[in-house]
């Protein structure tokens, strides 16, 4: 498909950012608009170098309004809409799930709408495999395909999995050209540290106590986020309309591992690591088959965790200004 306007969404958030770096890098003459409401997770210096390019345009709105939504969808011609715009910890979701919902189904709603008010030709929603709610430990050979049926485990996953539903209900009723990816969990630069890879790597140059959930033995199956990105830049272009497909690089690893690396690689003491109360509902492995994106795209994983997580704490290094403005809250400044 010939692409030449593309609607990000959330693009101030940690993989919107990371996608309209890829694409502006992949495609430069591709136009990117990036629709984001900056909430506490939306960072505007992120994506600063961008701010003055001619063909990016940000615009600080909540895809929940939908005037002005379709506001600016009436005013740019958009090829393909990519909605990446959600609340998206977990934990919050637990302490606070009303604008989960309002924000991963009602937004999702306006933006299936304004597709097919202005007959896009391709809607994409990014999705995680989260819809699927958990394996067991004891089971390594089970893994989620596209058609392992959704069961959600909490208030956050069960948003995105409502939002999925929605997006086939307009797929198949209203003939929205809608593809969707499931993705497994995400490292690299510009994440929030309150995820567990950013929030382990600001704790430990701290000095400060790592907080495990319960024994840590929760597994995780990691990918560079460049290789996210990779996958959605492959399902716009030769994705077929109405296709799930999911993402993951079979890169399991449980969480107490993940965080002995960190301190490793910091030079730390073990001794940070605190054990803290569990997750409630913490979901216990997730695991993708990623075999149908590699069979139809084409789609592999080109960084293994040993790189990309040596290249995500080294660009924390070297970006410490980034996460303090989060820490002291003055990255909200020009939000
Ligand atoms: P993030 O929390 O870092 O970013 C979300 C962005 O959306 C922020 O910039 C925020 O300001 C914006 N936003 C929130 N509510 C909005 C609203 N109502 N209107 C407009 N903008 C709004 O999230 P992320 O980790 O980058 O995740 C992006 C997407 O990818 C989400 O849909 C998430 O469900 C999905 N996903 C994430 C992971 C992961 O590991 N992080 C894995 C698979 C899928
Ligand atoms: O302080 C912590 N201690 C801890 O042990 C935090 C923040 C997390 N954890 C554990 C919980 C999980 O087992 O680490 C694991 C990863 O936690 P998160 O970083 O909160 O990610 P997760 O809950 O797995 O969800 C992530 O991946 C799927 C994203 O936040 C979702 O948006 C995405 O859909």
Known sequence: MIIINILVTGGAGFIGSNFIF???????DYRIVCMDSLTYAGNLNTLKPLLEKENFRFTKTDITDREEVFKIFEEENFDVVVN????????????????????????????????NEFKIKRYHQVSTDEVYGDLPLDRPDLFFTESTP???????????????????????????PVTISRCSNNYGPYQFPEKLIPLMFVNASNDKPLPVYGEGANVRDWLYVDDHCKAIDMIIHNGTIGEVYNIGGHNEKNNLTVVKTILKTLGKGEDLITYVTDRPGHDMRYAIDPQKIKDELGWYPETDFETGIRMTLQWYKDNEQWWQEILDGSYQNQN
Not at 22 to 28: G, V
């Open 22 to 28: 890829y694409i502006f890098k992949k495609h430069p």
């Open 84 to 115: 990446f715009a959600a609340e998206s910890h977990v934990d919050r979701s637990i302490r606070n799930p009303s604008v989960f919902l309002k924000t991963n189904i009602i937004g999702t709603q306006v933006l299936l709408d304004a597709t």
């Open 150 to 176: 959704l069961h959600a485990s909490s208030p956050y996953s069960a948003s995105k999995a409502s939002a999925d539903l929605l997006c086939q209900a307009y797929c198949r009723t209203f003939k929205t």
